[in-house]
């Protein structure tokens, strides 16, 4: 029996333990959700490649890893704040990460689902999971944003005017095309296969000048190394393409195909995305990219604004040795550590006392009424 209670007693202590330990990571408390050591550890490291892709290195890499991690335990809470709003609002955004997925699989270039979460992986470093719960959350945030902030920003013609008359020489273009390819390889073919290739590549480019979706034909069909991303090649100028490419499309419009044109390693379709000629752009040309340049400075003082009214109705806790750079002025976010909320003990009198106190506050006579049983009163 001894043996028991002593084996009862090193299992409740180990779990003990163990809840300490787990408790002990977490950083902070947001309503319902918390955020851990580790999660923070992992978006730092995110945060670090990010810049790294961007091209920062050495003392400005430095600088900016300095300047962002100040604000990573704040951007975290946004973000869970933001998806509970959305839960709150029922904003459903099935259909976005529904789309959103299956270009990602066309992407991939396969209809296998393992093999398209292990493609996921390899590109994010994340489990499927855990990519499609961040994927997800992220759609939320920004309904959620536009619902309860976009909307109420407004951006006059006035603005937009005056904006373009400042600026008209950031809208001086050169003349441009934007290019999509499929490429059917003649590599290693004989004659024949040479032939086959070339009657291919002649009847996509009869299909997509008929209207079908090109970058579906180029990731089923292409050879390239851009089928995957729907063949998209990028923006060129004059001189920037191979003479016999730049004579097959610069005088095409936009959505124009070529036929299939005869290159050492098969055969290339072009398709024009888009056509900009050089010179002065509109204001209606212009008034796009103008809308997003003012959008801007409006846009993120409101955003925080709603996020520190979402900070003033939340249950937030934050624990010593972090914090949080959104926090909203005068609140109290100290952190209560589970191991200090130990239970009072009382004795079975205090507790008869107290019952006592509560019925004879309930009995007390109110001037003008009389009481009845349980505290209810009528008037005389």
């Known amino acids: 029996m001894k043996f028991r209670l002593l084996g009862a007693l090193a299992i409740a202590s180990a779990c003990l333990a163990a809840d300490v330990e787990i408790v002990d990571q977490i950083v902070a408390k947001v309503n319902g959700d918390i955020v851990s050591q580790d999660e923070l550890q992992r978006l730092s490291r995110e945060m670090v490649q990010e810049l790294k892709a961007q091209g920062a290195a050495g003392a400005q890499l430095d600088q900016a890893y300095t300047e962002r991690q100040k604000d990573i335990l704040r951007d975290r809470i946004d973000e869970l704040l933001l998806v509970q709003k959305g839960k709150e609002l029922n904003v459903n955004v099935d259909s976005d990460v529904t789309k959103y997925m299956t270009n990602l699989q066309r992407q991939s270039g396969t209809t296998d689902q393992d093999k398209f979460h292990e493609w996921i992986r390899q590109q994010t470093g994340m489990p499927y999971e855990d990519f499609l719960a961040e994927t997800r959350n992220q759609f939320l945030t ?26 008209k020489s950031d809208f001086v273009r050169e003349e441009k095309v934007e290019l999509s390819e499929i490429l059917i390889s003649t590599q290693g073919k004989d004659a024949a296969g040479i032939a086959a ?57 936009k959505g124009g195909v070529t036929q299939p044109i005869r290159i050492a390693t098969g055969f290339e379709i072009l398709k024009v995305d888009d056509h900009t000629k050089a010179g002065l752009e509109t204001l209606d040309e212009a008034k796009p990219e103008i809308e997003n340049i003012l959008y801007g400075p409006k846009m993120q003082p409101k955003v925080r604004e709603y ?19 959104g926090a909203a002025a005068g609140m109290n976010t100290a952190w209560q550590d589970p191991v200090q909320l130990k239970p009072e003990t009382v004795t079975k009198a205090e507790v008869e006392q107290k019952t006592r106190r509560k019925r004879l506050l309930w009995t007390v006579p109110i001037p003008g009424t009389k009481t009845t049983v349980e505290g209810k009163s009528s008037s005389r």
């Open 142 to 167: 920004r309904q959620v944003i536009g619902q309860e902030v976009s909307r109420h920003i407004t951006i006059t013609p006035k603005e937009i005017q005056d904006y373009y008359e400042k600026h």
């Open 307 to 325: 996020l520190t009214q979402l900070r003033r109705t939340a249950f937030l806790q934050i624990k010593p040795g972090y914090v949080d750079t």
């Open 197 to 253: 290739a070339e009657k291919k590549a002649k009847q996509l480019a009869d299909d997509a000048s008929k209207g079908q979706r090109f970058s579906d034909l180029a990731r089923d069909n292409s050879d390239a190394s851009t089928a995957k991303a729907g063949g998209v090649l990028g923006a060129y100028k004059k001189g920037d393409l191979a003479k016999e490419f730049e004579a097959a499309v610069w005088n095409l419009p």
